[in-house]
T-cell receptor, first 112, second 112 residues
Framework: DADVTQTPRNRITKTGKRIMLECSQT?????MYWYRQDPGLGLRLIYY???????NKGEISDGYSVSRQAQAKFSLSLESAIPNQTALYFC???????????FGQGTRLTVV | GNSVTQMEGPVTLSEEAFLTINCTYT??????LFWYVQYPGEGLQLLLK?????DKGSNKGFEATYRKETTSFHLEKGSVQVSDSAVYFC???????????FGAGTTVTVRA
């Protein structure tokens, strides 16, 4: 089983719908992140959390919200999806004091 | 702020050819530098890293040297294989920062 698991792997949704992407990890890491990947732009940080009570905006948080339900779970919500949120979304974890990040397999989201 | 610039792709090579992907960075302080690889349909995984100037990171036949004087961290492999076909991301993390900053990614295709 993967250490960082994202669900769903693929999702097509309509404009204006609310959608939630989920991430769970078995690595025991305290830090979790949500990134989006767009062609030619690399990965951009949406939100990050250093522990259950700590949530922070990244560089592109508008239109998104997150919830850290437990140390192992970090979900990303799009309150009202729009077509330019069509992208590949990655969850990642890291351990405080360590630089390496571990990524999930990604969720491909299409908003039509 | 921090930024990473890497050569544009796509790059197409024949098996056993030499691969170089250029990466330069702008950062405050003393960043750590990384190369991540994304194989088709998978999440990103750490390929190699270097945490201080003149360090050489290496893994799976890939190498990169942290050059502070030229702010570069170019990725090289002497003889590529078809299995090296992937997207390669250069990334940095400053000593006082919380997140990875990624380059746009370079798609590499190796043909038999």
């Amino acid at each position: 089983d993967a250490d960082v698991t994202q669900t769903p792997r693929n999702r097509i949704t309509k404009t204006g719908k609310r959608i939630m992407l989920e991430c769970s990890q078995t690595k025991g890491h305290d830090r979790m992140y949500w990134y989006r990947q767009d062609p030619g732009l690399g990965l951009r940080l949406i939100y990050y959390s250093f522990d259950v009570k700590d949530i922070n905006k990244g560089e592109i948080s508008d239109g998104y919200s997150v919830s850290r339900q437990a140390q192992a779970k970090f979900s990303l919500s799009l309150e009202s999806a729009i077509p330019n949120q069509t992208a590949l979304y990655f969850c990642a974890t890291s351990e405080s004091g360590h630089y390496e990040a571990f990524f999930g397999q990604g969720t491909r989201l299409t908003v039509v | 702020g921090n930024s990473v610039t890497q050569m544009e792709g796509p790059v197409t090579l024949s098996e056993e050819a030499f691969l170089t992907i250029n990466c330069t960075y702008t950062a405050t302080g003393y960043p750590s530098l990384f190369w991540y690889v994304q194989y088709p349909g998978e999440g990103l995984q750490l390929l190699l890293k270097a945490t201080k100037a003149d360090d050489k990171g290496s893994n799976k036949g890939f190498e990169a040297t942290y050059r502070k004087e030229t702010t570069s961290f170019h990725l090289e492999k002497g003889s590529v294989q078809v299995s090296d076909s992937a997207v390669y991301f250069c990334a940095l993390r400053s000593s006082n920062d919380y997140k990875l900053s990624f380059g746009a990614g370079t798609t590499v295709t190796v043909r038999a």
